[in-house]
């Protein structure tokens, strides 16, 4: 866990407060209707069908590992999909029977960072919410000396500066200026919209775009790990819509030099950690979700009752929120 100086402020309990990052992934009608139709798909009856009536009968949050390289949607895809195959529902590329399962996940992550993605699964989704308002927990592995456009190591380099005068100490000292109740300009690759597109989108397109304005946000605690300059690795502890590489950039224009990102891995999100709860994917199958959903809905606080969530199948109305 991360270790380091704190503001005086505590990670807040699981509240709802954000807004999830999912797309509705079921049928119109209820959700006998749902899985009555899954069933059929998977043939009616036998190890099939009662797969399918497993699948369907899932419902809570699980966390999954993200490798890099794949967004966070990409890899929500190939979950479903394969949860999908091994329930034996045939979907060969008609999205109406595809949009039978509903699953989603809460807090994206970048392409080339790893770690703790939590995932969503039937009447779950609604829990992401939740879950979003927990403190996440990161390391991170920045670069002194190399700007980038991207602000990490997938960006082009904008500048470069000498790092030699920078200690340990300085570092240190630098990280409690960066913890507490802070502003943080969000970068400009990033998935906040402007009129409904991607700021990444717009600048990739060769469009002048303006940085957001500086927000709030929380740092719980931020730790120097080690310091092999040029690199150094960083712990923190933060709340949503924090972006760890603004604070890396940030922390290389404190030291009168600048830095960019080169590595990040999730390692907590809420209660759910990487070495304990995150699935990897030899372990996306149906029987260890199930088994997951059982371990990782006893850790939210006020977790409604299992039956509640098996039996209740409101409509959903798909939303959407960027939150990294």
Known sequence: ????????????????????????????????????????????????????????????????????????????????????????????????????????????????????LVVGIGKGTKLLKTILAGSKKYTAIGLLGKATDTLDATGKVTEEKPYDQVTKRDLENVLQKFTGDIMQVPPLYSALKKDGERLSTLVKRGE??????????????????????????????????????????????????????????????GPFTLEEHALHEDKWTIDEIARSLEHCMSLLPGEPSHKKFKTEHPEETAVSCEDK
């Open 1 to 116: 866990s991360a270790k380091g100086r704190t503001a005086g402020v505590s990670p807040p309990s699981l509240k709802p407060g954000a807004r999830p990052n999912y797309v509705s992934q079921r049928l119109p009608g209820e959700g006998g209707r749902a899985r009555s139709m899954a069933g059929r798909e998977a043939g009616g009856g036998g190890v099939a069908a009662r797969a399918a009536q497993k699948l369907f009968s899932l419902s809570g949050l699980f966390a999954v590992y993200k490798p890099k390289g794949p967004t966070s949607a990409a890899v929500l895809n190939l979950l479903k999909e394969k949860l999908l195959a091994e329930a034996g529902v045939q979907t060969n590329g008609n999205k109406r029977k595809s949009q039978v399962l509903k699953i989603g996940h809460g807090g994206t992550l970048d392409s080339a960072a790893t770690g703790v």
């Open 208 to 269: 002048a775009v303006e940085a957001k304005p500086a927000r709030p946000v929380r740092v719980y605690s931020l730790s120097l790990q080690q310091f092999q300059p040029p690199l150094f690795t960083l712990d923190v502890e933060c709340g949503g819509g924090f972006y760890v590489r603004s604070l890396v950039s940030d922390i290389g224009k404190e030291l009168s030099t600048c830095a960019s990102m080169q590595e990040l891995t999730r390692t907590k999100h």
